[in-house]
């Protein structure tokens, strides 16, 4: 029989934060708009009405899933794994969107599902079977608290509430700054060529006057000027 100090211990919050994988609740779900299986959904439907009138719809998945967190060594044992359920509607999920555009197959496929007419814009969010998550919450456990009895058991086990999930992605820094450094210094390398071509021309164009001037015949002197013909003598004999 549990003791009242291990039931105060088990039902004070626990707050948590860690890293685990996406496993199936009841049994795995399927998308709506990608019919990919998923553990959860959300779609975000903007549909069109007119040119300046839409209506959004933002539509989920309601069925639990677990976290698996391994411990250490027994993390290569799947069965040894400690199993956090997750309800959706007690969660804050965040995960990369994927884009279904008008006249895609996944919108078509959201107005299918949906009953929704008209070009609908989709954006797509799932958690698959095995992805990386990271969780913080407040591990609620009241199968512990009350000492698990057969007829007083949730049969639910350890619970996240009050959670906060992110799905973890790859970030792109160490691909795209090699590339904007690169680029960067192309557009600078191009600038610097520009100006010193500019600087050339506009040295060249000052100083062909002046070389013209001094290669220039004398009876091309801007001062030259012609006398008049002088008339003939005539000679006396």
């Given at each position: 029989?549990?003791s009242p100090?291990?039931d105060a211990r088990a039902?004070a919050?626990a ?10 609740g009841?049994g795995?779900l399927?998308?709506?708009v990608?019919d990919?299986?998923?553990?959860y959904?959300?779609?975000r439907i903007?549909q069109r ?6 209506l959004?719809?933002?539509?989920a998945?309601?069925?639990?899933f677990?976290?698996r ?11 040894l ?9 007690a ?5 990369p969107p994927?884009?279904?555009r008008?006249?895609t197959?996944g ?11 008209g070009?609908?814009?989709v954006?797509?969010v ?14 609620s ?10 007829f ?5 086990g350890?619970?996240l509430?009050?959670a ?5 992605t790859k ?13 960067a ?6 600038m610097g060529l520009?100006t ?11 100083a062909?006057p002046a070389?013209?001037s001094?290669?220039?015949?004398r009876f091309?002197?801007p001062?030259?000027?012609?006398q008049?013909?002088e ?7």
């Amino acid at each position: 029989m549990a003791s009242p100090d291990a039931d105060a211990r088990a039902l004070a919050p626990a707050p948590v934060s860690f890293a685990a994988l996406a496993s199936a609740g009841a049994g795995l779900l399927r998308s709506p708009v990608s019919d990919q299986a998923c553990v959860y959904w959300r779609v975000r439907i903007t549909q069109r009405l007119t040119d300046r009138s839409q209506l959004v719809h933002e539509i989920a998945s309601e069925e639990a899933f677990e976290l698996r967190w391994g411990r250490g060594d027994r993390a290569h044992d799947p069965n040894l794994d400690v199993r956090v359920r997750l309800a959706p509607e007690a969660a804050r999920i965040h995960a990369p969107p994927v884009l279904h555009r008008e006249g895609t197959p996944g919108a078509e496929a959201a107005a299918r599902a949906f009953g929704l007419p008209g070009p609908l814009l989709v954006e797509e969010v799932l958690i698959r079977v095995g992805e990386a998550l990271s969780a913080e919450g407040v591990i609620s456990d009241l199968d512990a608290a009350v000492g698990a009895a057969p007829f007083r058991g949730t049969s639910r086990g350890p619970e996240l509430v009050d959670a906060i999930v992110t799905v973890e992605t790859k970030s792109l820094a160490p691909v795209l700054l090699p590339w904007a450094l690169g680029t960067a210094a192309a557009i600078m390398s191009a600038m610097g060529l520009a100006t010193y071509a500019a600087f050339r021309a506009n040295l060249l164009s000052r100083a062909v006057p002046a070389a013209v001037s001094t290669r220039l015949p004398r009876f091309f002197s801007p001062h030259a000027q012609l006398q008049p013909p002088e008339l003939p003598h005539p000679r006396m004999p």
